[in-house]
């Protein structure tokens, strides 16, 4: 054991010996690709959001930046995953309302603190959420739709992308201003939900608009409304929650970067003005507008930002959540 012992603590003085300092990381940084981990579905809005401004990144930072769905859990597993990866910026994570805000007061087994347990590096885009209801649905508008959710609630579904993703916080504050329980169909991510919504085996999804857009333009679901107070600059013609005598049913989610706690400091600032430098760049910036998203304020592209940003929306769950009485057991 003495002997075991004495390796280990050999082991232990030659790795800090050669552990690179902070500076000399920030310098090297990055020294191979950089896996990007998507908590959902490929082909859903944060995959989407998460290959648009990773492709630019890589451009910035030199190296390739590889996307990663890691789904489960309704998408905190990603997170759990990124608090065990080295803190060398190596590995980053594309989070959003439901799994760095809304999972803390939903998710009593959540594993990891948002504000505590991961770098933040900034802000990606905010992302309005419309209501959208199969093609064949009866309901042409969000009051024919209302009325037909109230007098079918039993038999109704709701397409979401597991419990606590932003499709079921959002379309459960649906719920509960309409005055309906629902049943709920989970699936990887609103990419597959959205596939079953056009093929007609389920009723209704709350969805960001990054989904939407390449649907509501195409014709093959209705969208009724938009869950905000004015009409979506790329949507137009879709109508607001308030027009459609919903007014209380408002709600904007986002996605943010991370990176392992841990990460130094110049490593992080490196990934922001990478960040920054795609929300920035007329391509992604275009490309994000007309997919419905919106670029955020400047100071929340920040670290600092993106901190205060996420306390902000945790506090701002945890009533509603509270309210519709829900969780994860
Ligand atoms: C996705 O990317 O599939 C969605 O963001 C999942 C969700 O509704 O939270």
């Given at each position: 054991m003495k002997v075991l012992s004495a390796i280990r603590t050999a082991c232990f003085a030659l790795s800090a010996a050669l552990a690179i300092p902070h500076g000399a990381l920030a310098q090297t940084f990055p020294s191979k690709p950089v896996t990007m981990l998507i908590p959902f579905a490929a082909g859903g809005p944060t995959d989407v959001v998460g290959r648009l401004v990773g492709e630019h990144m890589s451009r910035t930072l030199g190296q390739p930046v590889v996307i990663e769905n890691a789904v489960g859990a309704a998408g905190t597993l990603a997170g759990t995953r990124l608090m065990g990866?080295?803190?060398?910026?190596?590995t980053i994570l594309i989070g959003h309302t439901g799994t760095h805000a809304a999972a803390v007061t939903l998710?009593?087994?959540?594993?990891?603190k948002p504000l505590e347990d991961f770098a933040h590096i900034g802000l990606v885009n905010t992302n309005p959420i419309f209501v959208n209801v199969r093609?064949?649905?009866?309901?042409?508008?969000l009051q024919e739709f209302v009325t037909w959710l109230k007098a079918n609630e039993a038999k109704a579904n709701n397409a979401h992308?597991?419990?606590?993703?932003v499709s079921h916080t959002t379309c459960l504050l649906f719920n509960s201003v309409v005055g309906v329980k629902v049943a709920g169909v989970a699936y990887r991510g609103t990419g597959p939900a959205m596939n079953d919504l056009v093929g007609g085996q389920v009723d209704y999804l709350c969805d960001q608009a990054v989904n939407v857009a390449p649907q509501q333009r195409a014709g093959t679901i209705k969208t009724l409304a938009v869950a905000q107070e004015k009409r979506s600059e790329?949507?137009?013609d879709v109508p607001t929650s308030a027009e459609g005598g919903l007014p209380a049913f408002k709600v904007i989610v986002w996605n943010a970067m991370f990176a392992p706690k841990g990460t130094p400091p110049d490593v992080v600032a490196k990934l922001n003005a990478a960040l920054r430098a795609a929300l920035a760049d007329a391509g992604v910036r275009g490309k994000l507008q007309e997919l419905g998203a919106e670029i955020p304020a400047p100071e929340l592209q920040t670290s600092d930002g993106l901190k205060t940003f996420v306390g902000a929306e945790i506090d701002r769950w945890s009533p509603i959540i509270k309210a519709a009485g829900v969780t994860i057991q």
């Open positions: 990866m080295a803190p060398d910026g190596h998710n009593p087994n959540l594993k990891y093609k064949s649905h009866e309901a042409n508008t992308a597991g419990v606590g993703s790329a949507m137009p």
